[in-house]
Nanobody, 125 residues
Framework: QVQLVESGGGSVQAGGSLRLSCVASGYTLSSSNRMGWFRQAPGKEREGVAAISRGGGSTYYADSVKGRFTISRDNAENTMYLQMNSLKPEDTAVYYC?????????????????WGQGTQVTVSS
């Protein structure tokens, strides 16, 4: 059974930082062409935030987080990360990790097969 478990969410003030982690079990992350982070704010649709290729050589970011967020993966540890700096109140959302993505459209949720349960990130002004 595939399980993705996120951690690292919390409450911070604007300008602060958080590092999210996503640990996989029952699934080898190195087999995933793409892995990604998505988020869903209250009353909004879930959106792609960042994605990374199998070997980590290619990364993809939503325009709203470019230059502030960094996605990485450690296949040996079967873990993916999202370093979030210069956080803004509009970054407040539940953040989900996803695996099993195709090489096409890496920031589209329909391209992913496995999802975590989400972790809450709240940024106050």
């Amino acid at each position: 059974q595939v399980q993705l478990v996120e951690s690292g969410g919390g409450s911070v003030q604007a300008g602060g930082s958080l590092r999210l982690s996503c640990v996989a079990s029952g699934y080898t992350l190195s087999s995933s062409n793409r892995m990604g982070w998505f988020r869903q704010a209250p009353g909004k649709e879930r959106e792609g935030v960042a994605a990374i290729s199998r070997g980590g050589g290619s990364t993809y970011y939503a325009d709203s987080v470019k230059g502030r967020f960094t996605i990485s993966r450690d296949n040996a540890e079967n873990t993916m990360y999202l370093q979030m700096n210069s956080l803004k109140p509009e970054d407040t959302a539940v953040y989900y990790c996803a695996a099993g993505g195709s090489i096409w459209y890496p920031l589209e949720e329909s391209r992913y097969n496995y999802w975590g349960q989400g972790t809450q990130v709240t940024v106050s002004s």
